[in-house]
């Protein structure tokens, strides 16, 4: 990829992202403390948040008391100046949420699906778009855009097309461009993993996070890398492709073509099969969560295999990332989640064994069932609001940059 220097039309999308980020952070915030967070001066941040103001993205509140002088105005990111929408395809359904831009659900959507092929899934991903938005009165032109979240990897050979935890025929598909035409608004995709650390990162408990580490259990097994506060994508968006580590070799053969492979222990494809294999049939098994409150034995089995092997790999990923916290989440039942957690204490010595620290290696997610739905109504709000360093270079072409180096404001 060429880099050539900035205009100043790049930086003034890079200062106005910095200025939004920072009140959507710390709001209510004053001019002042703005200018003091993002080393902007005065004047700029007064003229981005004129302009940010009259297009309706933050509001100003009330006179802050003060010793002396003037008090200062308090500005905040207005909930209603804008909405996004997410959806979440997975094996089973489709769920749909409209938010706006302080995380509050506005509407929802839930439908069952036998089949998640691009032939069926794209036009109710349509319908659901247009449903949410018809049931709260909104013209599309207040939408920022739409998220898309699908089980990853993405156009990969070997672990696209066969296995439970992808999606069959999606390959050389492109979901963004089809919907975004049929709907008429912008459309990003995203792993799940991803896109529930996303979620995490903006409504959750990694609000107060820069770089962390989200763990997502569900059918399969993947991982979302927020660093610095920006989401690390990888070269192809495959990052985080947590599942496939080889954990025991020569151990259960993996649908990728290993062996071994953590997915094949620690997610609810492998506790069902750790069910079915001590002679229960597929309907007993939907209520993972009753099974282990009332000590299953085959159920806690799986919780101690899951922890003895996640706590191997959690290791590597302390020692190879040096995060703020390990989050755990997804779609495992709250109650399952904790159990885990506690089985996976103590953690094995790595860096992120330190005095001092600010929060707790492992943490469980708080952004509920609708995680990965609020993560996927995020994908528009961060392209919209959260500073990226690219933002400041043009792409001489390629595959899009993923530059993830810490975001400071330049001065216009």
């Known amino acids: 990829m060429l880099l050539s220097g900035t205009n100043i039309e790049h930086t003034r999308s890079f200062n106005r992202r910095v200025v939004l980020d920072a009140v959507r952070r710390h709001g209510p915030i004053s001019r002042a403390e703005i200018a003091r967070l993002t080393s902007l001066t005065a004047q700029t941040v007064s003229n981005i948040a004129l302009d940010l103001q009259q297009g309706g993205l933050i509001r100003s509140g009330g006179r802050r008391r003060t010793g002396r002088g003037q008090p200062p105005v308090e500005m905040s990111i207005n909930p209603e100046g804008g909405y996004t929408v997410g959806l979440q395809l997975d094996h089973r359904r489709l769920a749909g949420v409209l938010v706006n831009l302080a995380g509050e659900v506005r509407e929802r959507s839930d439908v069952e699906i036998g089949r998640a092929a691009p032939d069926i899934a794209l036009p109710l991903m349509a319908r659901m778009v247009d449903t949410l938005l018809q049931r709260a009165g909104l013209d599309p032109s207040r939408v920022l855009g739409t998220g898309v979240v699908m089980p990853g990897p993405f156009d990969v050979d070997s672990l696209t097309s066969v296995g439970p935890t992808t999606l069959p025929g999606w390959r050389g598909i492109d979901p963004a461009a089809l919907l975004s035409k049929t709907i008429g608004l912008p459309v990003l995709v995203e792993n799940d993993a991803t896109a529930a650390a996303l979620g995490e990162s903006l409504y959750g408990a990694a609000r107060h996070l820069r770089t962390f580490f989200y ?15 920006q989401p690390y994508r990888g070269a192809w968006g495959n990052a985080g492709e947590f599942g496939h580590i080889v954990v025991a070799p020569g151990g259960i053969r993996c649908f990728c073509g290993n062996s071994g492979c953590l997915e094949r222990y620690a997610s609810l494809h492998a506790a069902h099969e750790a069910l079915r294999a001590a002679g229960y049939d597929s309907a007993a098994t939907q209520d993972l969560a009753a099974l282990a409150a009332a000590g299953n034995p085959a159920i806690m089995g799986w919780i101690d295999g899951a922890a003895r092997h996640l706590r191997r790999a959690l290791n590597a990923v302390e020692n190879l990332l040096d995060p703020e916290a390990i989050l755990i989440g997804g779609d495992l039942p709250e109650t399952i989640a904790q159990t885990l957690i506690d089985r996976l204490d103590p953690l094995m010595p790595s860096v992120s064994a ?59």
């Open 354 to 412: 330190r005095r001092g620290r600010d929060w707790p290696r492992l943490i469980k997610a708080t952004a509920g069932v609708e995680a990965t739905a609020l993560g996927a109504a995020a994908l528009p709000i961060f392209d919209t609001m959260s500073p990226s360093f690219s933002l400041l270079f043009k792409n001489g072409g390629g595959h899009p940059a993923s530059d993830h180096r810490p975001a400071t404001a330049t001065v216009s």
């Open 215 to 229: 763990l997502y259990i569900g059918v399969g097994l993947g991982g979302g890398l927020i660093i610095d506060g």
